[in-house]
């Protein structure tokens, strides 16, 4: 069996052992490129996750290490996975959930993608399935992971293989708590890397997703963001009647965005970046992605003119995949109003709700 010496594999668990932890252990050990490590670290888990863990640590292939830590008390996903990430030996870090199944390449792909010693990340696809009646769709086209994108989107942690060094340009919890509290480790990870313009895309399945109600992350499939006319014709209408309601809780949303890309740039591994510089010499989407941000928190008319101009601008980058015009500039024009929609869940019920 291979081995990657340069990589670690991190996990973090939270009473997994009945929900698939096994599968999920045995599809890395089944790695046609072992990882030189295993950090498995768990958040309190109350079942016997930790039994089960140290079962598989006593089976490990040979030469690879498993390192099992449980946290003294509960630390919530973010901080967890950061913890854990930060034990990490390797250069290169797989970001594993606790119950998904991974493809038997997956490693050796993305760490064959990573030999571009410029990309901070390597993302593939992940399709979903369910055991458990729970509904779920994929889109097969492939996708955008550019930064602009990324601002309304995410690659999840299960897809992501990122070089250990982007930590260094992700603040702490200390540093930006704001972010913390309003977004998710694996958003962090991809938009600092998308900032950096250094991700690049398997666009293949490498991953495939386990959904179920119990699961941290799992969203019941909206009925109304199926792409069809009839419901962007309701989400526009349903964003101008809730724009007063929403938008100032997006415009708190987005400017956890902007200070958050903003320190990103300013800081590397051994210091402060010039923003200028960078800019200017490695990567343009950033002074376009500033823009953007400014005029999503802005309040004025003209705010959002310089929105829909950006969104017209960047339309084959801006959603899921690329989009042909006409299409493409209709929904870039759209655009603000359908993201009013996306964004209600930011918002207390009882605000939407008030007449």
């Known amino acids: ?78 901080a967890n996975f950061f913890s854990a990430m930060r034990r990490a030996k390797g250069d290169l870090i797989a970001v594993s959930d606790q119950d998904d199944i991974w493809m038997p390449t997956k490693l050796e792909e993305q760490v064959a993608a990573m030999a571009d010693p410029h990309m901070m990340m390597c993302v593939c696809r992940s399709v979903p399935f369910s055991e458990s009646g729970a509904e779920v769709r994929y889109d097969p086209r492939r996708p955008n992971c550019n930064l602009i994108r990324l601002f309304y989107a995410s690659m999840m942690g299960h897809c992501q293989m990122l070089r250990r060094t982007l930590l260094d340009y992700i603040p702490s919890e200390t540093e930006h708590p704001d972010i913390y509290r309003r977004t998710c480790y694996d958003v962090m990870t991809a938009t600092a890397a998308a900032a950096l313009d250094a991700i690049c895309l398997i666009d293949r399945v490498l991953v495939r997703q386990r959904r179920y109600a119990e699961a941290a992350t799992y969203v019941e499939v909206d009925a109304h963001r199926v792409r069809q006319a009839d419901n962007a014709l309701y989400m526009v209408w349903y964003g101008m009647c809730h724009w007063h309601k929403v938008k100032p809780w997006m415009r708190q949303h987005f400017a956890a965005r902007l200070t958050f890309i903003e320190w990103v740039w300013r800081h590397e591994k051994a210091g402060k970046l010039d923003v200028r510089d960078g800019v200017t010499t490695n990567n343009p989407i950033y002074a376009d992605a500033l823009k953007l941000l400014h005029a999503e928190c802005g309040t004025s008319p003209f705010s959002l003119l310089s929105l829909m101009r950006m969104y017209v601008k960047y339309r084959h980058v801006l959603f899921y995949t690329y989009e042909k015009d006409p299409i493409a500039l209709l929904r870039a024009l759209m655009h603000p109003f359908m993201q009013v929609y996306n964004y209600r869940y930011l918002v207390p019920q009882k605000v939407i709700s008030k007449k």
């Open 1 to 78: 069996m291979k081995h990657n010496m340069s990589l670690s594999v991190v996990m973090c668990t939270y009473n997994g052992a009945s929900r698939h932890l096994a599968e999920q252990l045995d599809s890395i050990f089944s790695q046609t490129l072992l990882p030189a490590e295993l950090i498995v670290q768990d958040d309190g888990s109350t079942d016997n996750t930790m039994d089960l863990l140290h079962s598989y640590a006593a089976k490990t292939p040979e030469g690879m290490e498993m390192r099992i830590f449980r946290n003294e008390k509960q630390m919530g996903i973010n």
